[in-house]
């Protein structure tokens, strides 16, 4: 729900760059010994494409940016996926997989990408918020990760790292191949300080709550930003957002209560008593309710989104 500025992510990409180096030699290896097996003439030309994608080590396919990456797909030598017609139907052929093997991204999952992302700082779902982008399996915790770019359109971005999305199970499964305009990676400071979104309380939401204390009487809507154009999904239509949120009106209640009680005397108070903790401003805004207060932050923990933004609404925090 908030773009991360591409700097950032660049430094961290420098700090893992001989493991990325690695990861692209890794792929091409493997691609090779792909390509000395017996293919058609069409999944051959194909996985040939791909390899030339890989070859450059001063221009490597992992590092590139979302911009780099729409440069390369609007290319005029630019290739499709093989397809053949199979039972009537016409489908990808085998070698989409066989490049996504070749490439890692599975590995990658368990071993690289709890790491990268960590320093990052993305641990909850860019997408909905609600979630962790861990799902843990038998053996281990894997990094969920949508590609912005469909693996399945195109495997040989399926392991670069700006087409990663961190994403919750839920969403990654919604979202599938339909297209959203929220980019996670930029240079756009607008876009990386304040959160396109937003969620408030319907109208009389919080009247109706302080009469009656029924939490049922809590609704919460999600503002989303004017698209550019409409070949955007919304994210509410792609990602159910307010459907998932209206499960959570106890948090909103709790919110509200809390606003209640931490009157600003009361505020005043609870820090003259306990200055001697030392607490950042930040810090002591967090401990009250109860997640991270700024927008920069939002992608550190599930919930941060809907908490600061009722919290801001209900005076909470500025
Ligand atoms: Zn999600």
Redesign the pocket.
Known sequence: MIAIPLDKVRNIQKAYQSEIDMQRQNALDELNVLNSEKHTVVDKEYLEFVISKFENQNDNILLWDLNRIKEEINKIDFKNVPTEIKNGKTRKTGIKDKIIKCLGYTKLRSSFYPNYFNDIGIKA?V??N??LTIVANKKHAKFEVDHFYSKSDYPFLSISLCNLYP??A??NGTKSSKKIEFELYTDDISKTKKSDYKFKLTSNSKAKYLVTRDRNNIEVEFEEPDYKSNEFAKFNDV?HVEGIYKTQNDLVEELLIKSQIYNESYLNILKSSFYKLNLNPEVFKRIIIGNYTEDIDIHKRPMSKITMDIARELGLID
């Open positions: 779902c997408y909905c609600s979630q994403a919750c839920s969403c990602f």
